[in-house]
């Protein structure tokens, strides 16, 4: 798996829905770029949901780089 891959996840919620539910996205600042590359690899194309969904994953390498610099980025957020 990846844990211990990772050291910041920020997952958007919108919390104007009678139920918050997530926006479909994520940031995920990984501590080793091959770890990066590993998940990338893995989930680009997901499909297999535990739920019933036509959506398919997609990876893509955000602007932002390092966890210093994700946590300034997303520090305002109403969930941070």
Known sequence: GFKHAYDFVYLPVDLNRNRPT???Y????FIKSSEAERFAKH???WAKWKFSSSKIGVVVWGAVQGLQANIAEHRNSAIM
Do not use: D, M, Q, V
């Open 26 to 29: 994520a940031f995920i600042n």
């Open 43 to 45: 989930f680009e194309g």
């Open 22 to 24: 997530n926006k479909g």
